[in-house]
């Protein structure tokens, strides 16, 4: 049966990005179909909003949504709800995307491009599990008024509220446990439990829900402690399950360990695993339309798309083996190049994966 993808590919890079996904998604020679629509600030400028009603339709009735990123410093002083980032955030909300898979994986040919110490980085291979339609990011009340209390009451203030309900644990915990119960089997739960009551009430549930996966190692970490540990000895990570600000950060210091941001795919899923594959990265404005941003997060996420929301786990390996082949030949975008590799551009690392499918 065809399977119908909506193409969002948003602002900066996303346009370039996302055609190299879709590049290679039409050589697998499956029955797919393309439907495109405007997201974030693109969307904003034609149609008045971040996420028109009609962009929000498609991706509800597709069956799977393939994104690219958003946000431009042009758009930095509309007002937040205007704002391209909320596009991304009413779609998760919309979508009921609780979710969040983002692996990390340093592949040997890239050690040497971490910031890291080729010894720390070597083998890493994690994925963080972030809940993505809850905590603080979702939060009510919110918002602006005048401090009711405290040493500056009567001040200006803005407030945000952390929430997390035990149902809303319990189903991330769920996916964390059945993600570890594929890999390694071990499962770090990240909070801050010695500081919140969101945090307590996470790590309580977590621990009751691993009764069900006695196979599964379960430990914990306070998230600061988690940040360090992500840089001394992130090869002892296998899955890390986390809030939404929490996973937020740690994400972006995983992805450094990999090499480059422009390597680190993700996958947001609702209940039925089906729902939204889209790069870790943002939209790097400064650089787009130059044809040089690295595609291989969103190439990825394409596997992860095919993976996931079509279970159509041969082609996704075949695809990533495409990319490994591709690292191993030498061939490189500017952000992963070294000395001795070939320096291809945007469009050029689509080809070569497109050409590397077997
Ligand atoms: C991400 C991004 C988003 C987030 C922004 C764009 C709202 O940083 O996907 O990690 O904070 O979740
Ligand atoms: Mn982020």
Redesign the pocket.
Known sequence: MTKKIAVLPGDGIGTEIVEQAVKVLKALGEDFEYEYADVGGVAYANHGHPLPPETLALAKEADAVLFGA??DFKYDTLPRALRP?QA??GLRKNLNLFANLRPAVCYPELVSASTLRPEVVSGLDLVIVRELTGDVYFGTPRGRREAPDGPFKGAEEGFDTMRYSRPEVERIAHVGFRTAMQRRKHLTCVDKSNVLETSQLWREVVTEVSKQYPEVKLDYLYVDNAAMQLVRAPTELDVVLTGNLFG?IL?DEAAMLTGSIGMLASASLNEKGTGLFEP?H?SAPDIAGKNIANPIATVESAAMMIRYAFHMDEQADRIEAAIRKVLSDGIRTGDIWSEGCEKVSCSGMGDAIRAALR
Do not use: A, K, P, T
Request: proline residues 0%; hydrophobic residues 35%.
């Open positions: 958003v946000g980032e991304i955030l937020d994400s870790s943002g």
